[in-house]
Each structure stands twice: as C-alpha cells, then as structure tokens.
C-alpha cells in the first residue's frame, strides 16, 4: 500500500523560508519520478513542481522558479520541498504526488 507523509508546513511570514518533507513507503521510492502538488479554495490543484527518479533533473510552476527547491533522499525514502521568499500567493495545502496516490497534505500559510 502506497503512503505517503507530509510535514513541515506551518505559518511564516513574507520573505520567509520553509522546508517540506514527505515520507514515502510502500512503493520502490527510488524508481519513480515524484512531484509536488498544491491545491487552494480559489484556484483549485496546481503542479508545482517535479524531480526525476534520480533527483538529476527538475522542474517547476514559472510562478516559484528560482524561490523553490525539489529535491529527494532515496536512501531516506523521503522528498523535500525548500520553499524561500515565500509569498503570500503561496498559502495552500501541499501534497506529494505520485501516479495517482497523495498523502494527506501540510498546510503552508504566508501571512503577516
């Protein structure tokens, strides 16, 4: 059974920094591409962002290219998302993805 765990979320102010984790199990970790997900009231489920099985290449939303860094630890089965110059656009509840299963999410608010 695939599982998935987010941690890390919480309340920061503009400008600041966050770091994201998801724990993952049940699944060959290191053989899949995996993904960040986020998804608000208003503008619904948005990609985010995307690391290949190796961690070699990555991609993102345009919107959090150059402030947001995909990375993975395959040895610790686990994704991280570094989130820096946070804005306030960037409120949401975040998910890691993978093939069709997500966890149960951490909450990211960006206010002052």
């Known amino acids: 059974e695939v599982n998935l765990v987010e941690s890390g979320g919480g309340l920061v102010q503009p400008g600041g920094s966050l770091r994201l984790s998801c724990l993952g199990s049940?699944?060959?970790?290191?053989?899949?591409?995996m993904s960040w997900v986020r998804q608000t009231p208003g503008k619904g489920l948005e990609w985010v962002s995307r690391?290949?099985?190796?961690?070699?290449?990555?991609k993102y939303r345009d919107s959090v290219q150059g402030r947001f860094t995909i990375s993975r630890d395959n040895g610790e089965n686990t994704l991280y998302l570094q989130m820096s110059t946070l804005k306030p656009e960037d409120t949401a509840r975040y998910f890691c993805?993978?093939?069709?299963?997500w966890g149960q999410g951490t909450q990211v608010t960006v206010s002052s």
């Open positions: 690391i290949n099985p190796n961690g070699t290449v990555t």
């Open positions: 993805y993978i093939g069709g299963f």
């Open positions: 049940g699944f060959t970790f290191s053989g899949n591409a």
